[in-house]
């Protein structure tokens, strides 16, 4: 099993900033990918980013590239998401998720997660 806690969301103006971490326990060593999803009110949840936990490799949604940026503390056995240039269309819940399994799926894939956070609320004033 595999739990995460999220934090760091708030209040941020457009063009502001705001950092997430995701802070995970249990069978850490077992996650080989972990992710970043949102979800607005009415609206289906959607892939943000993503890290592989051994390597670094990352994937990015094309509506953050260059603004957003996922990151991983091993040591702490945390991830983050950096988000600069905020706008407010990205505005939504956001969820820290975790795989364990050995798959082709890609990184995007919501359905491929078996382990999933709370939520973090974010909120981007115009």
């Known amino acids: 099993q595999v739990q995460l806690v999220e934090s760091g969301g708030g209040l941020a103006q457009a063009g502001g900033s705001l950092r997430l971490s995701c802070a995970a326990s249990?069978?850490?060593?077992?996650?080989?990918?972990m992710g970043w999803f949102r979800q607005a009110p009415g609206k289906e949840r959607e892939f943000v980013a993503a890290?592989?936990?051994?390597?670094?490799?990352?994937g990015y949604a094309d509506s953050v590239k260059g603004r957003f940026t996922i990151s991983r503390d091993n040591a702490k056995n945390t991830v983050y998401l950096q988000m600069n240039s905020l706008k407010p269309e990205d505005t939504a819940v956001y969820l820290c998720?975790?795989?364990?399994?050995?798959?082709?799926?890609?990184?995007?894939?919501?359905?491929?997660?078996?382990?999933w956070g709370q939520g973090t609320q974010v909120t981007v004033s115009s």
């Open positions: 249990g069978r850490t060593f077992s996650s080989s990918v």
């Open positions: 998720a975790a795989r364990t399994a050995i798959t082709i799926a890609t990184m995007a894939s919501k359905g491929s997660y078996n382990y």
């Open positions: 890290i592989r936990i051994s390597g670094g490799n990352t």
